[in-house]
């Protein structure tokens, strides 16, 4: 979406495998790639939050934004 879109030049292979370490086990991630799982959790819980598919609610994922960003600070 939009990160794709802004930063065509970042290769994200192991994107999943970075947002999983991140809110799985915070203790053991370092902290460039926690804010960087953080923030791309952030940016794409609120493009969703925007356009809601079908069985999403809008007030979880505005919840999970809140949490990211309180993570990120």
């Excluded at 804010?35 to 940016?43: A, D, R, T």
């Amino acid at each position: 979406m939009a990160l794709a879109i802004v930063f065509p030049f970042l290769k994200l292979k192991n994107l999943r495998d970075i947002i999983k370490d991140a809110y799985h086990n915070p203790n053991q991630c370092g902290a460039s790639r926690r804010l960087l799982g953080y923030g791309i959790i952030q940016v794409l819980a609120s493009e969703f939050s925007n356009t809601p598919l079908p069985g999403m609610p809008k007030e979880g994922l505005m919840t999970c934004v809140t949490q990211c960003k309180l993570h990120m600070e």
